[in-house]
């Protein structure tokens, strides 16, 4: 059989039962068939079916293991089909977990609350704040079993709740960034640029939580000639200072890789995210906010909450054959 060919799933999937309730709740609200959009081989585990009955050559492919019995009854092309299967068939832990990561998606706007559909009725009182604080420290959790070269175990993460003293904080940030940014553009005069920083503080203001993760042990990222006193100086853009030797690349490839962690954690809650790098993680008052040491790079701000709407797949360019993948 051709490897792209469709053929009846074999692994036993079941939305039913506690286990699978975020499960079902993860597949209301986001279509994880969008894998199939960027041409993926992952199928969505909500279209797994049933097992596979046992012949003389049988696969039981169950959520954690594969089971292959061989009967020497059987027919070499039974076998084929039977080893060709066990290929193009991963078991339904792995299918389900490769369409969670496939149906991550960055998320721009959100609501302040979980929909009824994910809670159910009984937890109508469910206190955000201590359920995002919750789902937090469980993809820290995940996060931090990233690799990292040599242990070094280089990410930090500050969390924010909104509303708070320091989300309020951050607003006002924000609203002076953009303000500052603007103003600078020259495209617009002073009260349109007001009113455009308003637009973005509230659009933040809508965000549930934040979290920010920073890498120990890189180059001093304040520059000693910036006056750290000077009150709109806060505000200003601070120079790039990147990794500049091999522990601070792989530092920094390791926390990448401990947010995408963290990120596939979320969305297995239900909550989407978005890793941001904009202009407010590079200031002053960022830093001071948060209270990071100079030697710490701020690694992204990642926006944390429940999705307004269902996410798009932005297009991949590449094909995956012979493009991104590549025999060699
Ligand atoms: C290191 C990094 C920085 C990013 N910074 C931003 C950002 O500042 N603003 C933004 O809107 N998205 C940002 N993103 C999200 C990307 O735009 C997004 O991942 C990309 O469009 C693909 O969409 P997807 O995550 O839904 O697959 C960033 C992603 C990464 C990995």
Redesign the pocket.
């Given at each position: 059989m051709a490897r792209n060919q469709s053929r009846p799933p074999i692994a036993l999937f079941s939305m039913t039962g506690s286990s699978s309730e975020a499960d079902a709740s993860i597949s209301q609200h986001f279509n994880t068939n969008q894998s199939h959009r960027c041409g993926s081989s992952i199928k969505d585990p909500s279209y797994q079916l049933s097992s596979v009955s046992g012949g003389p050559c049988s696969i039981h492919n169950t959520s954690s293991s594969i089971r292959f019995s061989s009967n020497v009854s059987s027919s070499a092309s039974e076998e084929d089909d039977a080893i060709e299967m066990l290929i193009n068939t991963p078991s339904s832990t792995a299918t389900k977990f490769q369409s969670l990561i496939t149906s991550?998606?960055?998320v721009?706007n959100y609501v302040s609350a979980p929909p009824s559909t994910m809670t159910g009725e009984r937890t109508s009182s469910l206190d955000t704040s201590q359920f995002l604080r919750a789902a937090i420290k469980r993809g820290v959790e995940c996060a931090i079993t990233a690799p990292n070269h040599k242990m070094t175990e280089p990410t930090t993460f500050y969390s924010i709740i909104s509303p708070s003293k320091s989300s309020e904080k951050l607003l006002d940030i924000v609203y002076e960034v953009t303000l500052q940014r603007l103003l600078q553009q020259k495209l617009s005069g002073e009260e349109a640029c007001r009113s455009e920083a308003t637009r973005k503080r509230e659009k933040w203001a809508n965000i549930p939580a934040f979290l920010v993760a920073t890498v120990g042990g890189m180059a001093e990222q304040v520059p000693s000639h910036i006056n750290t006193t000077d009150a709109e100086g806060k505000f200003a853009e601070l120079p790039l200072i990147p990794p500049s030797n091999i522990k601070q690349l792989e530092d920094y490839a390791a926390s990448?890789a401990s947010i995408q962690n963290l990120l596939l954690s979320l969305h297995s809650e239900g909550l989407g995210s978005?890793?941001?790098?904009?202009p407010v993680i590079r200031t002053l008052a960022f830093r001071e906010l948060i209270g990071c040491k100079p030697e710490d790079m701020i690694a992204?701000l990642i926006f944390i909450g429940w999705p307004k709407r269902e996410?798009r797949?932005?297009r991949r360019r590449r094909e995956l054959e012979g493009d991104v993948l590549r025999d060699v």
């Open positions: 991550r998606r960055t721009s990448c978005k890793w941001a790098t904009g992204g996410p797949m932005p």
